[in-house]
């Protein structure tokens, strides 16, 4: 729970490439993956690219390495493709994950630990918005990682189907008062009340089929899930609870 989100393409001082020394075939090399910014490049596009034999390119990487031009990280995508960037560059959440993620990893441990502070922090304040927690959790400094917005929709939806809390939107009376109306808000659901708030809302809302029920449908991490993927029906404890349903 340390890392630091920074800007996805933020450069560093750019190296001198003149001093480092490189060979006509490191510079090559090292503008191809210069190009990509901070989307990186696979190792095997820097071959095709290149037109280098497959021994000069990896020559020429295991030196830039060497000389700290650049640095290889590692594409949640696809873990098993080297991929490069130049050293100035941080890589894109597309390539690590984002904040969810730790060298390549989704840090389960650390989403768990934001879950459990939102949902703290929003039985503390009754009625809570999205940036109110936001607020009172970055206040807190209990991470050092830069949480956005985004971040924690991911996490209060995650509470949502967890059924630890229920979306409201304000009135703008009683409770709600300072909010305004029609402000999406959430409440703590107490665990006597989730038999009856599940029902009540049930009740409340339109029936719909049971494809477009489906946690997916609603689901922030969507896009990175892959049948053999760190994100998986297979390991998806929502899909789940929707199966035994």
Request: charged fraction near 25%; include cysteine.
């Amino acid at each position: 729970m340390s890392r630091l989100q920074s800007p996805s393409a933020l450069k560093r001082k750019r190296p001198d490439s003149n001093s480092q020394g490189m060979t006509d075939q490191e510079r090559v090399v090292y503008k191809l993956i210069h190009e990509k910014e901070n989307m990186g490049i696979w190792v095997r596009d820097i071959k095709r690219s290149s037109n280098l034999q497959d021994t000069i390119v990896n020559k020429s990487i295991k030196s830039l390495l060497d000389k700290g031009m650049i640095k290889e990280v590692v594409n949640v995508q696809n873990k098993t493709r080297k991929t490069y960037l130049a050293a100035e560059f941080e890589p894109s959440p597309e390539l690590t994950g984002g904040a969810w993620y730790d060298d390549g990893n989704l840090d389960v441990d650390f989403i768990n630990a934001v879950k459990k502070l939102c949902s703290q922090k929003i039985k503390q304040l009754k009625v809570a918005t999205v940036e109110s927690v936001m607020d009172s959790v970055k206040a807190s400094g209990a991470f050092k990682a830069d949480l956005k917005k985004n971040h924690f929709e991911e996490i209060f939806g995650a509470l949502v189907l967890d059924n630890e809390v229920m979306e409201v939107e304000s009135n703008g009376m009683g409770e709600f008062a300072g909010i305004k109306v029609g402000k999406v808000c959430y409440k703590a659901i107490g665990k006597r009340r989730v038999g009856a708030a599940a029902a009540a809302a049930a009740a409340a809302e339109p029936r719909i089929g049971a494809m477009a029920s489906i946690p997916c449908g609603v689901c922030p991490r969507i896009s990175s899930c892959t049948p053999d993927g760190v994100i998986s029906p297979g390991t998806c404890v929502y899909y789940q609870k929707w199966l035994d349903f």
